[in-house]
């Protein structure tokens, strides 16, 4: 077996094992799902919007290269600055270059994930400068020197115990004695920690929900604000975003806007909604950063255009998988070890990441085609989830227990007759073990199964000979 | 060797033409549909747009005084802040009706950028979308960002004749308003929140805690 798949199963066994995650966990667990029906039931129109916004990010990807001239020709005409980066490293580079040379010491942040893909954060603290992250959820997992564990509420996996303790162990030094464990008190010494921090910033660095061609726009899309407070007052405003993120026209940003909130927490839009355009100097305006840019960062997404994974590139990022993931409910995001958890990361870390380090991710899924149901841009997650096992078996990259089992199910499958023969035995035991309860506890070396969860009682006998019976009943 | 830009836009030809240089017309029918405007499904109303509006903004906690003319506003902007007890200094923002406003000499109303401590902000919107209850701005020099994202409690004034239905009848109207798309559009729902610590609501997490809108009949 691999490292990575031994390291997965290890973090997947420590956050079964974790109480304060599991409590966490089962917190947040059905909120998020309850409020997207709540909000989907009361907005009609929702599945012709998803179909639309479908087939925009289609149109989109189709022409990629075209919108992405015209959002960077609108970009330049503003006033503000294009940047390409082929990789991670790239970006994170040119990133770096621009701060360290505007001699930037402190830089605020806005929620980011291609941020956290190209590892900014480290690259720019390695250089000397301090970069606070802005959003409540980024800054305590920030505290805790933690990744974020959910792509849209970074901090879901903590408890109020533990973002009370963080807060006192990090804010004591900074004059805030006593310690504070209302939620009420929790955000608001957070507020008051965080505003100073966005007067003094010298840079503020976000991602960007959508790019908009038409007027050379990045959108950012918050609940608290702080994206645009990262936005708005420094001197330099550097927007980050992949090269998928591009849409045509502002009417096309409203089909995303009414699919995305919804999806997302169930709200019909998000509290702030922001579309930024460039420097001040351009628009003859006394406010606004001084220099505007935009990193676009390909990161093996070019390579995902024309294959089989190209529907992944319509991800808005939503997190609605994750909320309706019966794996990621239970393990968590750190569980995945990697930047994007729950279906739409289990898809996209190999694409970006390769599947050598990540096999288990897509076999981290039950195929129950939830997510699939549910993704307002259609993307067929379990369909993308099986390539990729398909990929990891002819390249032999999964482990060799696993094939091994694997292959005697093929065989025995290909041979139903030989298949009844083998099964009826193990059935009929299970049956008389597990008759009267209508479950079984405990199958001696399946326990993997059976710790955590009652295996159902299988009838006397297979559905293939009952089958058989039923239809000779009632042929007579 | 190619630079980041040439040999990233040859990796997306190779994906979507084979290699091969887009055509003219292929250009052009892409800038057209970019300038082009295309609606797609919008949600339906059968109520009056004022109404939906101060609905909306009240259901995501928000709260609504409609007055007529702006000679009410100062009476409106005191009955709010003597309800929360705020006092008489404000920080007040510019716009069609607020600059008509004459305050009384027992308000302090300083007409400046807002700062971090300041408690009561007073701005104008440029208009509202009754579809979700939002208030959109579009700070200048003279009605800055800060005004709408520093201050604790948000006093916004807004003439109800400015309130269109849904989003693509915003974009058309900036669109004729302004020859240049402005550098900073906001959208604003409803006073800030998060729902970081234990997936429950609490507001005033970064802007406002509270917004109240002065809806003005001119």
């Not at chain 1, 290269?65 to 503000?80: A, F, S």
């Not at chain 1, 939830?370 to 999964?398: A, E, G, M, S």
Request: with cysteine; aromatic share 6%.
């Amino acid at each position: 077996m691999n490292t990575a798949s031994t390291e997965f199963r290890k973090r997947v066994r420590m956050a079964l094992a974790d109480d304060e995650l599991q409590h966490a966990m089962g917190r947040a667990k059905g909120g998020f799902v309850l409020n997207r029906q709540k909000a989907i039931a009361e907005f009609p129109e929702f599945h012709q919007m998803t179909d639309a916004a479908r087939d925009i990010k289609d149109h989109v990807l189709m022409n990629l290269d075209l919108y992405l001239e015209i959002y960077e020709k609108k970009v330049l005409e503003n006033g503000g600055q294009v940047h390409w980066a082929r990789t991670a490293e790239e970006a994170s580079t040119i990133v770096e270059g621009l701060c360290r040379r505007s001699g930037a010491r402190k830089i605020t942040k806005g929620k980011s994930m291609v941020s956290e893909e190209i590892n900014l954060n480290e690259k720019l603290e390695k250089s000397g400068m301090q970069v606070i992250e802005t959003d409540l959820g980024e800054y305590i997992v920030q505290l805790a020197s933690e990744k974020p564990s959910h792509i849209i509420a970074p901090a879901v996996h903590k408890t109020r115990n533990q973002i009370s303790k963080l807060f006192y162990k990090h804010h004591k030094p900074m004059g805030y004695a006593d310690k504070v464990s209302e939620r009420k008190e929790i955000v608001q010494q957070a507020r008051s920690v965080l505003r100073n921090h966005f007067v003094e910033s010298d840079i503020g660095i976000t991602g960007a929900n959508f790019l908009i061609a038409e007027t050379g726009s990045s959108v950012i899309v918050t609940n608290e604000g702080n994206g645009d407070l990262t936005s708005v007052l420094p001197r330099m405003q550097i927007v980050v975003a992949g090269i998928e993120k591009v849409i045509p026209s502002l009417e096309d940003l409203s089909v995303f806007l009414r699919v995305l909130a919804r999806s997302a927490t169930g709200q019909e839009i998000s509290a702030y909604t922001s579309l930024y355009s460039g420097p001040r100097a351009n628009h003859a305006d006394e406010e606004g950063p001084e220099q505007y840019h935009v990193v676009l960062v390909d990161n093996g997404r070019s390579s995902m255009l024309g294959s089989e994974y190209q529907s992944m590139l319509r991800c808005i990022r939503c997190g609605a998988c994750l909320n309706h993931c019966t794996v990621y409910n239970v393990i968590g995001g750190h569980a995945y070890g990697s930047i994007y958890p729950g279906p739409m990361g289990s898809v996209l870390t190999p694409l970006i990441d390769g599947h050598e380090n990540n096999t288990d991710l897509a076999n981290a899924c039950t195929l129950n085609g939830l997510c699939r149901t549910i993704c307002p841009v259609h993307i067929p997650l379990p369909d993308l989830l099986r390539n990729h096992r398909t990929q990891q078996q002819r390249r032999k990259l999964t482990p060799f227990t696993g094939r091994f089992f694997f292959a005697i199910w093929v065989y025995l499958v290909r041979r139903p007759h030989f298949y009844q023969i083998v099964l009826a035995l193990p059935i009929w035991v299970l049956n008389r073990v597990g008759r009267k309860s209508g479950v079984i506890k405990r199958i001696p070396l399946a326990n993997g199964w059976t710790n955590s969860r009652d295996f159902p009682c299988p009838s006397a006998q297979t559905f293939q000979r009952q089958w058989r019976a039923e239809m000779r009943k009632f042929n007579a | 060797m190619l630079d980041a830009r040439s040999s990233l836009f040859a990796a997306l030809r190779v994906a979507l033409t084979g290699g091969e240089q887009r055509s003219a017309l292929a250009r052009s029918a892409i800038e057209d549909r970019v300038h082009t405007t295309r609606l797609s499904a919008r949600p339906g109303t059968n109520m009056d747009l004022v109404d939906q509006y101060c609905n909306k903004h009240i259901a995501v906690h928000g709260t609504v005084n409609r007055i007529a003319g702006f000679h009410n506003v100062v009476a409106a902007t005191e009955e709010y802040c003597s309800q929360q007890q705020l006092g008489k200094d404000l920080v007040v923002g510019s716009g069609a009706i607020l600059d008509k406003v004459m305050w009384p000499p027992e308000w302090s109303a300083n007409k400046r950028p807002a700062n971090v401590s300041d408690k009561i902000v007073l701005s104008e919107a440029y208009a509202g979308i009754s579809e979700t209850g939002t208030m959109v701005f579009i700070p200048k020099s003279r009605s800055p960002a800060s005004q709408i994202f520093l201050g604790t409690h948000h006093i916004v004034v807004l003439d109800s004749s400015l309130i269109v239905a849904c989003q693509e009848d915003l974009w058309r109207i900036i669109r004729t308003d302004h020859e240049v798309f402005p550098r900073a559009v906001n959208l604003v729902t409803g006073p800030s929140k998060t729902g970081d610590v234990e997936q429950t609501i609490e507001y005033g997490a970064h802007g406002p805690e509270r917004v109240h809108l002065i809806l003005v009949d001119v």
